[in-house]
């Protein structure tokens, strides 16, 4: 199963909108709504920001939000602040009953 | 509030092997489908294993296939995960990840447990 594919890293400025690509094939993103998103800062335990394409946990600030076009799924950041800085990661659920991550993107605040 | 706390960690030769261990708190554990997520360093995530809330289902990614073996024991709330024939590409920090629904996302993290594999 190869990883999903998501730009290495963006940037943006405090504020701004960024968002982050997730791309995958038809046995994983593309056939399920079963997309999530991970924050993660450095030597830290990842946060599931995003679940189902769509959902956010409790407590998950609504400046996330999540969608999905046929193999790509994407994460959007809104009114960028200095904490999002960190590293997304997408995972999904496959056809081959396992789980795939991408392989990361580092976001910087400028 | 729901803790995960992972141990068993450590330095192993090529070949050898090692078994970590998950202790769960905070949530009803038979309950829940539980995973096990690897960061090898300055690397991403990695799904390793899942496991159902019963242990009655079992999934491995095709990296560890028929090389590890997750189990859990419901009446102590704990996950395990039996790592044989390891390889120096299997170093990586593991982590034991509650799930939200069994193999589709992880919604509590512990801190991991660091395995070394190397002569």
């Known amino acids: 199963q190869s990883a999903l594919t998501q730009p290495a890293s963006v940037s943006g400025s405090p504020g701004q909108s960024i968002t982050i690509s997730c791309t995958g094939t038809?046995?994983?993103?593309?056939?399920?709504?079963?997309v999530s998103w991970y924050q993660q800062h450095p030597g830290k335990a990842p946060k599931l920001m995003i679940y189902?394409?769509?959902n956010r946990p409790s407590g998950v600030s609504n400046r996330f939000s999540g969608s999905k076009s046929g193999n790509t799924a994407s994460l959007t950041i809104s009114g960028l602040q200095a904490e999002d800085e960190a590293d997304y990661y997408c995972?999904?659920?496959?056809?081959?009953?396992?789980?795939?991550f991408g392989g990361g993107t580092k976001l910087t605040v400028l | 509030e729901v803790q995960l706390l992972e141990s068993g960690g450590g330095l192993v030769q090529p070949g050898g092997s090692l078994r970590l261990s998950c202790e769960a708190s905070?949530?009803?554990?038979?309950?829940?489908?539980m995973s096990w997520v690897r960061q090898a360093p300055g690397k991403g995530l990695e799904w390793v294993s899942g496991?159902?809330?019963?242990?009655?289902?079992?999934y491995y990614a095709d990296s560890v296939k028929g090389r590890f073996t997750i189990y859990r024991d419901n009446s102590k709330n704990t996950l395990h995960l039996q790592m044989n024939s390891l390889r120096a590409e299997d170093t990586a920090v593991y982590h034991c990840?509650?799930?939200?629904?069994?193999?589709?996302?992880?919604?509590?993290w512990g801190q991991g447990t660091l395995v070394t594999v190397s002569s």
């Open positions: 990840a509650k799930d939200g629904r069994t193999i589709s996302y992880f919604d509590y």
């Open positions: 189902d394409v769509t």
């Open positions: 995972s999904s659920y496959t056809i081959s009953s396992t789980l795939v």
């Open positions: 905070g949530f009803t554990f038979r309950n829940h489908g």
């Open positions: 496991i159902s809330g019963t242990g009655g289902s079992t």
């Open positions: 038809s046995s994983d993103v593309g056939g399920y709504n079963f």
